[in-house]
């Protein structure tokens, strides 16, 4: 498994943007698919986006037009820029590595990132 580390968590006021960043091991995310979950208090862990090696895309309905996931290979890198942060986007969010198809995770995951929406 990959190592993965997570950051660019904290609070924001509803509106604002923050930018997320996952920072893989020497080996890198491989040839899965990777991307973004996260888990509000008292509720399942659910994917907000995933990325291919070439760079094809998923969104969750919820954050779709608002966020968007990039990934670069070369610096074993993927970030997560979230704008028009909304409270329902209150959650610790998890990079995740490995997957082999969409909606589903892989088996590497990072320690977790707070995000908090709130005026």
């Known amino acids: 498994q990959v190592q993965l580390v997570e950051s660019g968590g904290g609070l924001v006021q509803p509106g604002g943007s923050l930018r997320l960043s996952c920072a893989a091991s020497r080996s890198g995310f491989g040839l899965g698919i990777s991307g973004w979950f996260r888990q509000a208090p008292g509720k399942q862990r659910e994917l907000v986006a995933q990325?291919?090696?070439?760079?094809?895309?998923t969104y969750a309905g919820s954050v779709k037009g608002r966020f968007t996931v990039s990934r670069d290979n070369a610096r074993n890198t993927m970030s997560l820029q979230m704008n028009s942060l909304r409270p329902e986007d209150t959650a610790v969010y998890y990079c995740?590595?490995?997957?082999?198809?969409?909606?589903?995770?892989?088996?590497?995951w990072g320690q977790g990132t707070q995000v908090t929406v709130s005026s």
């Open positions: 995740n590595a490995g997957s082999s198809k969409y909606n589903t995770p892989g088996a590497s």
């Open positions: 990325i291919t090696i070439i760079g094809s895309t």
